[in-house]
T-cell receptor, first 112, second 115 residues
């Protein structure tokens, strides 16, 4: 079945550090891949997505590339800010479906 | 435009009771999905409704049910509450095309505590 494996947290970084959160997936077909972010006390928000192999999703300085050969969708940001502190979820959705399979989430704390 | 609205935001129930949660989707969105978020199990898909019909269902017992109204608003119900049902219940709406590439917009959630 479909599943998403995400880097365990928590992750603590200093402001302006480089961020990588690893995400790999298992899927039966050709899924779309997503990163969602959850700020304290809020619901999930879409951060970025990619719908086919080699697509790069990007938003707010975050990037992730859909790698079919390694079944990965790692999240990166070159210089994190305190305001990036949140929980990040990698997720997939199979073609022909409208439900998401989520990873366990990675809590990021950025300290000034 | 208004986002996804969930009510109530917080509620406390005792074992054996039942609870109904409500979700108003973004205007024009025809699909409403429900997810359960717990520290132990993470985010798990409950079910999806589209045009008043359940289109997809996760692996939850029959105590969890839902429905969707003609205006796309949705409710979920949990009967005979158990301690393990304590969770944040998230509702998400989308246009609902079954492409797999839909962007789901989530509400802030309803936090249920079962005592």
């Amino acid at each position: 079945g479909d599943s998403v494996t995400q880097m365990e947290g928590p992750v603590t970084l200093s402001e302006e550090a480089f961020l990588t959160i690893n995400c790999t997936y298992t899927a039966t077909g050709y899924p779309s891949l997503f990163w969602y972010v959850q700020y304290p006390g809020e619901g999930l928000q879409l951060l970025l997505k990619a719908t086919k192999a080699d697509d790069k999703g990007s938003n707010k300085g975050f990037e992730a590339t859909y790698r079919k050969e390694t079944t990965s969708f790692h999240l990166e940001k070159g210089s994190v800010q305190v305001s990036d502190s949140a929980v990040y979820f990698c997720a997939l959705s199979e073609a022909g479906a409208n439900n998401l399979f989520f990873g366990t989430g990675t809590r990021l704390t950025v300290i000034p | 435009k208004a986002g996804v609205t969930q009510t109530p935001r917080y509620l406390i129930k005792t074992r054996g009771q039942q609870v109904t949660l409500s979700c108003s989707p973004i205007s024009g969105h025809r699909s409403v999905s429900w997810y359960q978020q717990t520290p132990g199990q993470g985010l798990q898909f409950l079910f999806e409704y589209f045009s008043e019909t359940q289109r997809n269902k996760g692996n939850f017992p029959g105590r969890f049910s839902g429905r969707q109204f003609s205006n796309s608003r949705s409710e979920m119900n949990v009967s005979t509450l158990e301690l393990g049902d304590s969770a944040l219940y998230l509702c998400a709406s989308s246009l609902g095309t079954n492409s797999g590439a839909n962007v789901l917009t989530f509400g802030a959630g309803s936090r249920l505590t079962v005592l």
